[in-house]
């Protein structure tokens, strides 16, 4: 079991910057690809950024893609993601979680790929 809490979300102006940090307990975190996701309301779940176990490979949706940065300290069991120009479609219920995909990149973009969630951490950006 993996428990996953974030932290850092927020309400920020337009072309602000906001850190969101997830601390992780249970089992080794270094086992896990770690992913952020995203929901605003009335939308489905949508990927946000992902890291393989090791950080060595990240991925990043087309729409924060330069914006966004997602970094993991396996020694302090915590994953992070920078955003940095913010925009108002960014406002969302932001979310962390651990997995295990394998394969391709479609396999870290995917919600089905991670067993572990977070409770989410509200992200609000005014225009």
């Known amino acids: 079991q993996v428990q996953l809490v974030e932290s850092g979300g927020g309400l920020v102006q337009a072309g602000g910057s906001l850190r969101l940090s997830c601390a992780a307990s249970?089992?080794?975190?270094?086992?896990?690809?770690m992913g952020w996701f995203r929901q605003a309301p009335g939308k489905e779940r949508e990927f946000v950024a992902a890291?393989?176990?090791?950080?060595?490979?990240?991925y990043y949706a087309d729409s924060v893609k330069g914006r966004f940065t997602i970094a993991r300290d396996n020694a302090k069991n915590t994953v992070f993601l920078q955003m940095n120009s913010l925009k108002p479609e960014d406002t969302a219920v932001y979310y962390c979680?651990?997995?295990?995909?394998?394969?391709?990149?479609?396999?870290?973009?995917?919600?089905?790929?991670?067993?572990?969630w977070g409770q989410g951490t509200q992200v609000t950006v005014s225009s």
């Open positions: 890291s393989t176990w090791s950080g060595d490979n990240t």
């Open positions: 249970g089992r080794t975190f270094s086992n896990y690809a």
């Open positions: 979680a651990a997995g295990t995909p394998v394969g391709s990149t479609y396999y870290y973009r995917s919600p089905a790929s991670y067993r572990y």
